[in-house]
């Protein structure tokens, strides 16, 4: 079975600051990832997937991800955040072609954002 | 624009009582998605459907039954409300069986169990 872990729980930074999130996932074969980010009263949205091609996956806002498949991993980054990105962030992987599609979700991240 | 809209938003029921939450996608999709998300568990899978009539358990079935009679349209029974089903409900849909697509998510119903 699939599982996610995001181990940033919370996380405060200042306008301007680097952001970087961890995402680690478990699963031998190969996977879809995803980030989906909810804004405050807002319902959930993708900010970016990654399913094959270029490891590092560009989405809304400013935001990338790197895909090491070495690691496990694929962490959410922005160098310069925004008090606008104060919200909860989600990582999801489900399995790939041949396997299943649902995906597994992580326990997210919040994100705070001070002016 | 893939629309996912829930039948409310917010809503306050009695222990005990049959609860209906009802989710409508406009884009055809064929998969639909029910979850429960809580303060530092995420999203927990409760019932998922590929098609018209199928459904199958996620990870936390438990007091909880599904209905998709048309494809739009998913429902989310709650058969006898209990105050541990005190959370917030997100329906979702995506196209295909295929696991690239993602997920669209509505706006969610915050249900308060008394």
């Known amino acids: 079975a699939q599982s996610v872990s995001q181990h940033n729980h919370h996380v405060i930074l200042s306008e301007a600051a680097s952001l970087e999130l961890g995402c680690n996932y478990s699963?031998?074969?190969?996977?879809?990832l995803f980030w989906y980010v909810q804004y405050p009263g807002q319902h959930l949205q993708l900010l970016l997937k990654?399913?094959?091609?270029?490891?590092l996956v560009k989405g809304i806002k400013g935001f990338e991800a790197e895909f090491i498949k070495s690691k496990f991993s694929f962490n959410l980054r922005k160098p310069s955040v925004q008090w606008s990105d104060t919200a909860e962030y989600f990582c999801?992987?489900?399995?790939?072609?041949?396997?299943?599609?649902?995906?597994?979700f992580g326990r997210g991240t919040s994100l705070i954002v001070h002016p | 624009d893939v629309k996912v809209t829930q039948s409310s938003r917010y809503l306050v029921k009695r222990t005990g009582e049959k609860v209906f939450l009802e989710c409508v996608q406009d884009m055809d999709h064929e998969n639909m998605f029910w979850y429960r998300q809580d303060p530092g568990l995420g999203l927990r899978l409760i019932y998922f459907s590929y098609d018209v009539k199928m459904k199958e358990k996620g990870d936390i079935p438990e007091g909880y039954s599904v209905s998709r009679e048309k494809k739009e349209r998913f429902s989310l029974i709650l058969e006898s409300a209990s105050t541990n089903q005190t959370s917030m409900y997100l329906c979702?849909?995506?196209?295909?069986?295929?696991?690239?697509?993602?997920?669209?998510f509505g706006p969610g119903t915050r249900l308060t169990v008394t």
């Open positions: 999801a992987v489900n399995a790939g072609r041949g396997g299943s599609y649902i995906p597994t």
């Open positions: 979702a849909s995506s196209l295909r069986r295929d696991g690239t697509y993602e997920q669209y």
């Open positions: 990654y399913f094959s091609g270029d490891p």
């Open positions: 699963y031998g074969g190969t996977v879809n």
